[in-house]
């Protein structure tokens, strides 16, 4: 085809190399090939295409070096090679005078970035993240009029030196810049002041994760349509400018884990757009300004760990679009809580913990009927927990432990969903109650409340007297012999009891791993529950084992959900074990929670074991991405797919259950294997993370790993790419596991499709689909909603990218797990507002 000028076959499952006979339609202008897993290397043939102005080649799994003779097409506008495997460096020579996009992120190039990237005057989008770049960066791009995205995120700068940002200063005149992307580059030495002559369109500034020291300068105030910027996880130190108050379109400002010192400046109040503000580890001192009240746009605020003091303004309580976090722990704050808390309807989770406040809790805070945790431990508050909080029927995570409260502990409580209670440490008295979390040792704790009597036998309290009882104490001192005669027979009657009671239970070898069960089951009971381990009742097939639904009779019919080992499988005992150590003392209500265990014979004298969970009615996250015809694991309803608004939900959920495995737990805990088919769904679609049984403390990896690819852990397509190579499990593996979930939930294409071969996975095919091609990517079932179209693009790619930054290939790039869930809480508070708009 002498003639054919553009030739389009992206997104494909073309294989078998690039063809050098494309090297002979001599009039092709326009060349794509992303999305194919071609494999094999660029041919030299290409060269010859003197007329080409586009060349798309992304996600094509090609590797080896860029052949020399590309360098020959100067009418090139569009190089892009993203998502590949490329080595070598780029000449010292690479220039296409035309050239406006390039795009090499995500390969494996190396050495300098070449010098002559200054003579390509017309370009506008610079790409070369996710690479191996190194060297100093010394490029003059003060010629690039054009540029409007530079991304060098993720490469080896050299850190020597105190100008590792000296190339800052060029930038000042491309005057059309948009996106500057430079987080995790190694850079050192300060920002420099010419920070600040940046272009005035400029809405995208990333340099977190890098040597950054000395304070942040003044002139950032000039970037007027800024609206993201990310400093978190350098050196900087001194004060926060009170010019950023400038920045009236700021967005997202995160400059925590530095050394930032001084008070926070009133100024700050002045960003009435502000979504999200993390301020948290550093050192700032003085008083909260009370100009954050201005900030009405606000769903998060963290301020922990600081040294910050006096009262908490009420005017930050008025911040009424505060729905995900308000973060004040680990200060110095004193004075009481302002009535004003109850403003905060919407908000999730609370934490003034570890602090000096006094003073009663307001009953007030009754009005947060949206919160789940509640964290107000190792504080002065005292008086009784007010009559008001019985609203918040919501709350799961309650921690008043190290207080001065005191009084009854309210019933209510004992009403609640609770997963965790600590009220230790307090001066409560009287009886305790007998409901709910009440009955669960592993999720109550009320140690150093010396006045408590009562509650189930497992908490150890003494038993509570009344007056009857006391009178009957009055009676026996003139019934002394009598009642001494009666008690001694009562003992030796209640002796032999036990005695005869103990005997007959050695014949039934029931036993539990967990702490402080509130239920046993024997062999016999569970296979009861199962009617004999009935196929009707199999719910599914697990690594080790199958999974049946049961119905134990004891106190009442309780639905269960019974795992029963397949002990002849290589591995089963480890995982029963592993699962009980992980399982017998975690708590969160995105976890699935385990009722007991089951370690005994079967009835031909068989070693037996089960662990029995809470029952899922609506089965798991698996079987509602790829149903199975006529099955009935999503609790026998029809078929009707999960709308976005539901996904987001249950990605909300499984990473608030990693954020509490991984930051919140006494030992840190690795799961190892997040995918779909290990994420139930309860009657209400919250979401629960189970199966545990490769689950691993984070304290065991802490000596060198001798562990090798033949000791992977997890499933094919969710197990992070590093386990190959046999290197340690750890927490940013769940997290690369669970970016691909979250691609799996978006795209409805398992991780281990047959279209995925060769260096083509699912992340690498998202990502060439973005922006252009999102619509080809996505479930189509998303793409019926009633929805603004464009919004709707907006929502998934958002969600998207959130999805590809947690699985990148290096662990240290990937997305932290406690950045997910503000990211994710943004994307679904933007949906809620559409619908309240349609």
Wanted: aromatic share 8%; hydrophobic share 40%; glycine share 8%.
């Amino acid at each position: 085809m002498p003639r054919l000028v553009a030739l389009y076959i992206s997104i494909n499952n073309l294989t078998g190399g690039i063809p050098p006979w494309i090297g002979n339609l001599t009039s092709l202008v326009n060349f794509s090939a992303s999305g194919n897993p071609l494999g094999g290397s660029i041919p030299n043939a290409l060269g010859k295409l003197k007329n080409l102005r586009g060349l798309a080649l992304g996600t094509t799994q090609i590797s080896g070096i860029i052949p020399p003779s590309l360098y020959n097409l100067s009418l090139l506008h569009t190089l892009s090679m993203a998502n590949n495997r490329l080595q070598g460096s780029l000449p010292s020579t690479f220039m296409f005078p035309h050239l406006q996009f390039l795009q090499l992120y995500l390969n494996q190039l190396n050495g300098p970035v070449p010098l002559s990237l200054s003579n390509s005057s017309q370009l506008v989008r610079l790409e070369l993240g996710d690479n191996n770049f190194n060297g100093k960066v010394t490029n003059d791009f003060g010629s690039l009029q054009n540029l409007r995205w530079i991304g060098l995120e993720n490469n080896y700068f050299d850190t020597k030196g105190t100008d590792g940002l000296a190339f800052f200063s060029s930038l000042t005149n491309c005057s059309n810049f948009r996106i500057i992307s430079m987080a995790s580059c190694q850079f050192g030495g300060v920002l420099p002041d010419s920070v600040g002559n940046m272009s005035i369109y400029l809405s995208w500034l990333t340099l977190h994760e890098n040597q950054l020291y000395g304070s942040i300068p003044s002139t950032i105030g000039n970037l007027v349509n800024l609206e993201t910027l990310t400093l978190h996880n350098n050196l900087f130190t001194g004060r926060i400018p009170d010019s950023i108050g400038y920045l009236h379109k700021l967005r997202r400002l995160v400059v925590s884990n530095n050394t930032i010192s001084g008070e926070t400046p009133e100024s700050i109040g002045n960003l009435s757009l502000l979504n999200e503000l993390f301020l948290n580890e550093n050192r700032l001192e003085g008083a909260i300004p009370s100009s954050l009240g201005n900030c009405q746009k606000l769903l998060l605020l963290t301020l922990s760990g600081n040294d910050l003091n006096g009262s908490i303004p009420r005017k930050l309580f008025t911040v009424s679009s505060l729905s995900i976090a308000l973060h004040l722990g680990r200060n110095h704050l004193s004075g009481s809580l302002p009535r004003e808390i109850g403003n905060l309807t919407n908000l999730r989770e609370i934490d003034i913990s570890e602090n000096g406040l006094s003073g009663e809790i307001p009953s007030a805070l009754g009005s947060c009927i949206s919160l789940e945790n509640l964290y107000m431990q190792r504080n002065f508050l005292q008086g009784s927990i007010p009559l008001a909080m019985e609203s918040m029927r919501g709350i799961q995570y309650l921690d008043l432990s190290h207080n001065n409260l005191s009084g009854k502990i309210p019933a209510f409580l004992g009403t609640f969903a609770l997963k965790y209670l600590n009220l230790s440490f307090n001066n409560f008295e009287g009886e305790l109650p007998m409901k709910g979390v009440f009955t669960n040792t592993s999720a109550i704790l009320v140690a150093g409340n010396y006045r408590l009597c009562g509650g189930i036998s497992g908490l150890r309290l003494p038993r509570c007297t009344t007056k009857k009882s006391r009178k009957k104490m009055s009676l026996s001192r003139t019934l002394g012999i009598t009642v001494a005669s009666v008690l001694v027979g009562v003992i030796a009657v209640s002796s032999f009891i036990i005695y005869l009671f103990k005997k007959k239970r050695k014949t039934k070898p029931t036993i539990s791993l967990l702490k402080d069960p509130f239920l046993k089951a024997s062999y016999g009971e569970l296979l009861k529950a199962t009617e004999g381990f009935s196929s009707t009742n199999l719910l599914g097939f697990g690594s080790f084992g199958r999974v049946y639904k049961g119905v134990i009779e004891q106190n009442g019919e309780l639905v269960v959900a019974v795992k029963v080992l397949d002990l002849q499988t290589r591995g089963a005992i480890k995982s029963f074990m592993a699962e009980c150590e992980a399982l017998r003392n975690i708590r969160h209500r995105n976890l699935v929670s385990i009722i007991t265990s089951c370690s005994s014979m079967d009835f031909q004298g068989n070693e037996f074991k089960a662990l029995v969970y809470e029952f899922m009615p609506n089965g798991s996250l698996d079987n509602w991405l790829h149903p199975i015809p006529s099955s009935n694991s999503h609790g026998g309803h029809e078929f009707v797919g999960l709308n976005l608004l539901q996904r987001i939900d249950i990605a909300i959920d499984v990473a608030c259950a990693l954020d509490y495995l991984h930051h919140q737990c006494e030992r840190p805990i690795i799961h190892c294997d997040i995918k779909p088919s290990n994420i139930l769904l309860d009657g209400d679609m919250v979401a629960h993370v189970g199966d545990f049984g490769l689950a691993r403390f984070r304290a065991e990896f802490t000596t060198p790993s001798t562990s090798s690819s033949t000791a992977i852990r997890g499933t094919i397509g969710y197990a992070a790419p590093e386990y190959g190579l046999g290197s340690e499990m750890s927490t940013s593996g769940d997290v690369y596991s669970y970016g691909i979930l979250l691609l799996e939930m978006i795209t409805r294409k398992r991780p281990t499709d047959v279209m995925f071969e060769g260096d083509l996975n699912l992340h690498n095919f998202t990502r060439i689909a973005l922006p252009q091609h999102i619509v080809e990517i996505v479930d189509p079932m998303l793409l019926t909603e009633e929805r603004n179209g464009s919004k709707m693009m907006e929502y998934l790619i958002s969600v998207i990218e959130i999805g590809l930054a947690c699985s990148t290939k290096s662990p240290k790039d990937r997305m932290s797990i406690d950045i997910v869930l503000p990211e994710l809480h943004l994307v679904k508070n933007n949906i809620l507002k559409a619908n309240m708009k349609i």
